[in-house]
Structures are given as structure tokens and as C-alpha cells.
């Protein structure tokens, strides 16, 4: 049913669609377990804050002073050092919760002291973010060393487009599925869900079909069964506000929808609104998997431990600006872009900002012309402030052998010198001598 009414990608591509969603399983609190193993199979909430140093680590330390507990020993921490929610009194909410823990009741978005009363036995948590983002790193490049065409949908999710992969189609998708899985468990020790369908908005929901640790494949052919007896809130465009009023109208599943007139839910939910409610109850969505965009601009910038001044800490400030220079020419080289553009962004300690960039001949990634331009930009400016945060960036940028089809977007603005900027220069010359 779906296939008959979902326009192919390319009109005369004979390889029906197949697109992938997968989602990490409890994301945050399966990279806490990495952590502490011993946890596995028990009810754990992650929520009530960030996490600075190994707090569980710090209480152990403390009950154990003679002996000499490291890192290496997390694994090793006995449960009863492990806060547990009994007792927990506060404002907190639970950011997510292992499956053992969900058995409970609890989950996303619940106050901690509710999950309290439901599983007091719950071990307790706090986020660990620079460890989140390492392993999300990590699962996209396992999935783009198979499948090139990945979109990446935020911390713990993507779509896949599984047509033109090797494998891809067998068993509509479970073949690819499974190695995916496989090779994303081996390379972070955590799973994930996966769902493939006809489309992206059939695979957003089939993900969730089998969590954890599932694969779900949809077929054209299963709209009805499958889709249709979920409720409405499902679809990923459907929040609380369009599902109250849909309900007030008796309309409580995916079906009821399909089942009402267009026109009326036209009438009712607007043309575009409308027209689109009735589009992905029949299974409709012709959205392409969208891989990461190519950048504008590059930049670095960075932030002052306290304010400095042109001229008396003009080594200080000449050191860091040709440091940051370096720093955007390999970034460029190391993704293999160039630019043309080349400007300079300064914060004063009163926070106001200024920039200013010009637009050379040539498209460069080279550190020395850089720093020479950016240097140029950087006597158009007030000088005899003080500065709290130098920047530099490169724009309108190409890959080298693209040219031609450089990224647009990248300010235009050639700022134009005004009297206070030259009557700046004389700074500009004391922190950059060696530029003139
Ligand atoms: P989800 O994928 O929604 O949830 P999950 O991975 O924890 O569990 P599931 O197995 O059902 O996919 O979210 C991914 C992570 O994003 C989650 O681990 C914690 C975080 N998150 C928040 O910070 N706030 C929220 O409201 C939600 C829902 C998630
Ligand atoms: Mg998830
Ligand atoms: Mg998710």
C-alpha cells in the first residue's frame, strides 16, 4: 500500500526505497553501564545534574582510606556505594532510565521524587555529557564505514538510507540491520533499535516497534496492520497540542485519520497542516535522507582568562592570534576545504562585539596568509579597549578541485573603514609589527 503511493527517490530508479531509523537504547544510561557493568540488569535513572569527578569513586575513597582506588577500579565498586532514589527530595527529573528500571514505571521526563516512590531501589546517576558525545561520535562513524548516507537526527539517532547499500535490500533491510547493530555493539558495547521502512516517517516509528536491541522492518504492505492501531501522537509532527484537538474530534489512531476526508482536515487543521496530517496517515513521506550539510565558514575563537590589552599584552595577545590562525589553516586542511573570505571577531569587556573580514583573490588554507589578512582586519578596529575574546574565521569556503561550487552564505559584509579605525591603526602596528 505504502509503495504505491510513495514517489521513488529517483523516478526511474528500480530499487524500491528502504530507509533506516536507528536509536541508541536508554542512550545515557547505557554509557553510564560502560562505566560501572556491575549495574547491568538493574533498575538505574539517570537525572539531578551533571557529573563532575566519579562521585561513587569519591565515597569509596572515603570508606576505604588505606587503600589506593583508581579509575581502573569502577567496575569493582560494590553496589551499596552507589546512590540509590530512596530518599531523593528535590526538583529533579529523570533524563532517561534503563529498561529494568522502566519495568517500574518510570521513565523520561518523570520527577525524581515520584520515581522515588515507584522504585526506590533505582540507582541514581548524573549525566556525564563529554562521555555521551564521545560515544555518539563513535556509533556515526561505525554506522558511515557501511552505510555513506546518514543523517544525523541529534545525540542518539539517524536515518539510514539502506537502497542503493550492498545488502541493503535483503529481507528489506533486516540483512544491513543486523550488521549495523552488530558492528555498533562491538565498537561502544551499547545497542540500539533500528526500524527500516518505505520511508523515513514509517521508520522513525518502527524503531521503536522492537526496543530494545530490535529490528523492525515495515513493508508497503503492512501500513494497515502495523500502522494504522497506533495512536495518532506517534507520528513524529503530531505533538500534544494537534493530538488534544484531534482527539476532541473522536480521532485517536493513525487509521481514524486515514479514514476522514482530506477536504475536512483541510478545513480544520489548515491547508499545509492538514494536507500533511492526511498525507503520513496513508503512509506518504517523500523526504530524502539529508547527509551532514557542507560548511560555510570555519572559525576558532577563544576566550580571555582575563582582559587583555593591545598594547600592554601584545605579546600575549600576538601569540594567540597567530596560534588561532594555525588553527583554522588546519582545520581546513584536515577536511580538505579552502576560503576566501578571511575576517576577525573581538569581544570588548563591556561584550560588545566587533567583526571584520575581507574577500581575497585567491581561495587559501594556508596559516601565514591568515594570520596576514586577518591581521590586516585587525587594524580596522578599536584597539585601545579591552578585549575579552579574539576569533578568526575563513568563509566562502570550496573544496579544492570543487571549485565553483563553493558553500554561500558566508557574510558579505565588507565593513567599511571609518575614522575611529584608523585613528586604531597605530595599536594594530605595536601588536603586529612584523606585518608591516
Ligand atoms: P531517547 O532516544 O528518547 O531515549 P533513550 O535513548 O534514553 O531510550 P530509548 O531506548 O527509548 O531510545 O533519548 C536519547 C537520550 O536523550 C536519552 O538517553 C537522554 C536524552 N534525553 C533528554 O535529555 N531529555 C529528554 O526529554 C529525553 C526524552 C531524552
Ligand atoms: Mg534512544
Ligand atoms: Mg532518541
Aim: hydrophobic share 35%; glycine share 8%.
Amino acid at each position: 500500500m505504502l509503495g504505491a503511493v510513495t514517489a521513488p527517490a529517483h523516478p526511474t530508479d528500480p530499487l524500491p526505497r528502504r530507509i533506516a531509523h536507528l536509536d541508541m537504547d536508554a542512550f545515557f544510561a547505557s554509557v553510564e553501564l560502560l562505566r560501572y557493568p556491575q549495574l547491568k540488569g538493574l533498575p538505574v535513572v539517570i537525572g539531578g545534574g551533571r557529573r563532575r569527578e566519579d562521585d561513587v569513586l569519591a565515597r569509596l575513597r572515603e570508606a576505604y582510606p588505606e587503600r589506593d582506588w583508581s579509575d581502573g577500579d569502577l567496575s569493582r565498586i560494590p553496589l551499596e556505594f552507589f546512590p540509590r532514589l530512596s530518599g531523593y527530595t528535590g526538583r529533579g527529573v529523570i533524563t532517561t532510565a534503563t529498561y529494568p528500571a522502566r519495568q517500574f514505571g518510570v521513565g523520561s521526563a518523570m520527577g525524581l521524587m515520584k520515581a522515588a516512590k515507584l522504585c526506590p531501589q533505582a540507582i541514581l546517576l548524573p549525566v556525564d555529557f563529554d562521555e555521551v558525545r564521545r560515544i555518539s561520535r563513535l556509533f556515526k562513524s561505525t554506522i558511515l564505514e557501511i552505510a555513506p548516507v546518514m543523517e544525523d537526527r541529534g545525540v542518539d539517532e539517524v536515518y539510514i538510507d539502506f537502497t542503493h547499500v550492498p545488502g541493503g535490500q535483503r529481507e528489506g533491510g533486516r540483512v544491513l540491520a543486523r550488521l549495523i547493530q552488530k558492528s555498533i555493539f562491538q565498537a561502544t558495547g551499547i545497542t540500539c533499535s533500528i526500524g527500516v521502512a518505505p520511508n523515513k516517517l514509517i521508520a522513525k516509528m518502527a524503531s521503536e516497534f522492537n526496543k530494545p536491541n530490535g529490528i523492525s522492518i515495515v513493508w508497503p504492505d503492512d501500513l494497515q496492520e502495523k500502522i494504522w492501531p497506533l495512536p495518532c501522537r506517534k507520528v513524529n509532527g503530531v505533538g500534544p497540542k494537534a493530538d488534544e484537538k484531534l482527539q476532541g474530534y473522536g480521532i485517536h489512531t493513525i487509521g481514524e485519520l486515514a479514514a476522514r476526508d482530506p477536504g475536512w482536515l483541510i478545513e480544520t487543521f489548515g491547508k499545509s497542516y492538514g494536507a500533511w496530517l492526511h498525507a503520513v496517515s496513508w503512509g506518504r513521506d517523500d523526504r530524502p535522507v539529508v547527509t551532514e550539510s557542507e560548511p560555510v565558514s570555519m572559525s576558532r575563537e577563544t576566550t580571555f582568562e582575563r582582559d587583555l590589552h593591545a598594547v600592554r599584552d601584545r605579546a600575549e595577545l600576538g601569540a594567540v592570534f597567530t596560534r588561532l590562525c594555525e588553527q583554522v589553516a588546519d582545520d581546513l586542511q584536515r577536511k580538505g576545504y579552502a576560503g576566501k573570505t578571511i575576517g576577525i571577531k573581538l569581544r570588548y569587556d563591556n561584550f560588545q562585539s566587533v567583526t571584520r573580514d575581507v574577500t581575497i583573490d585567491h581561495f587559501t588554507a594556508d596559516a601565514a596568509t591568515i594570520r596576514r589578512q586577518a591581521g590586516l582586519c585587525l587594524k580596522r578596529v578599536d584597539l585601545t579597549r579591552r578585549i575579552r575574546l579574539l576569533g578568526v574565521r575563513v568563509g566562502k569556503l570550496v573544496k579544492p578541485g570543487t571549485e565553483g561550487e563553493q558553500a554561500s552564505g558566508y557574510s558579505e559584509s565588507h565593513s567599511t573603514r571609518t575614522a575611529r579605525d584608523k585613528a586604531s591603526d597605530e595599536h594594530t602596528d605595536l601588536l603586529f609589527p612584523e606585518l608591516d
